[in-house]
């Protein structure tokens, strides 16, 4: 086969006519703006509100493919909401350095900490989620997912005060609820029981009530399933049905331990 034949071949092939891969690019500078504006103190707002205005006319032009550009009035509303965010990000913060002995600073949760970059960049996806902006507040937890391994789906309900702890191998689906000063370790997952296409428009995956701690590597499946609130959930647990208020759950496996004696 020769160039030209391979180019026509390709070009038939490529099916997507609104599939430009500049709008996950620019999704990760409008990010990373975003992230800046609200929390590097060097980082002039008002400068920064400009440019981010400008970037989400970007994505408007890419991500909105109506051509009346119903999306482009989404602005104002949105960065109208940034002081709610940020106010709630520092609870996110402030419940961290709570949690965690190994806290040194606040700036450290703000700097070093993959759950709360994750966690906010999800409260700043959330927002055009809820209006229904195309594709960018995926795009944008998926970047952070990328970065840090934890991966919450912006249509995921989030209250005040949330912690993750470590953070890698954390799913949040995204009809999962979860209410206030909760606390989740690492390799957590919210899940769907079910994996069918009929099932988008329904709540997939579980409630979490406020003050509930879920250790590493528990899997908590259904959209019935309600974990009541002060619960405890160990580590390893594997959960399809709900769980009362002031529960402790907890998986025990076999552990055996085989000694040699006198081995040499």
């Known amino acids: 086969m020769d160039k030209k034949s391979i180019i026509e071949k390709i070009k038939e092939h490529k099916k997507q006519p609104n599939l430009r891969y500049e709008l996950k690019e620019r999704t990760e500078v409008f990010t990373n703006l975003l992230f800046y504006t609200l929390f590097d ?3 002039p707002v008002a400068t920064n509100l400009d440019k981010l205005e400008a970037e989400f006319d970007v994505l408007v032009n890419l991500a909105c493919w109506d051509t009346e550009k119903p999306c482009k009035k989404v602005w104002e509303n949105y960065v109208a909401k940034l002081p709610t965010i940020l106010e709630r990000l520092n609870l996110d913060a402030e419940a961290t350095v709570n949690c965690d002995p ?4 606040i700036e450290e949760v703000y700097m070093a900490y993959p ?5 906010a960049i999800y409260r700043l996806a959330h927002e055009l989620y809820e209006v229904g902006f195309p594709l960018v507040p995926r795009l944008m937890t998926e970047y952070a997912h990328r970065q840090t391994g934890v991966d919450i789906n912006p249509g995921a309900a989030i209250g005040n005060s949330f912690h993750i702890d ?3 191998g954390v799913v949040i689906g995204e009809t999962a609820i979860i209410k206030d000063h909760v606390k989740i370790y690492q390799g957590v997952t919210l899940g769907g029981l079910f994996v069918a296409k009929n099932l988008q428009k329904t709540k997939r995956h579980p ?3 406020n003050n509930v701690t879920i250790y590493a590597n528990a899997t908590i499946l259904g959209g019935e399933t309600v974990i009541g609130e002060n619960s405890v959930i160990g580590g390893n647990a594997w959960l399809t049905e709900s769980v009362p208020a002031n529960s402790t759950v907890f998986h025990t496996p076999e552990i055996k331990i085989k000694t040699q004696v006198n081995a040499s």
Do not use: M, P
């Open 102 to 105: 190994a806290s040194l600073s």
């Open 115 to 119: 759950g709360f970059y994750a966690i």
């Open 41 to 43: 103190i060097e980082t």
């Open 207 to 209: 409630t979490i009530e």
């Open 166 to 168: 470590h953070g890698t």
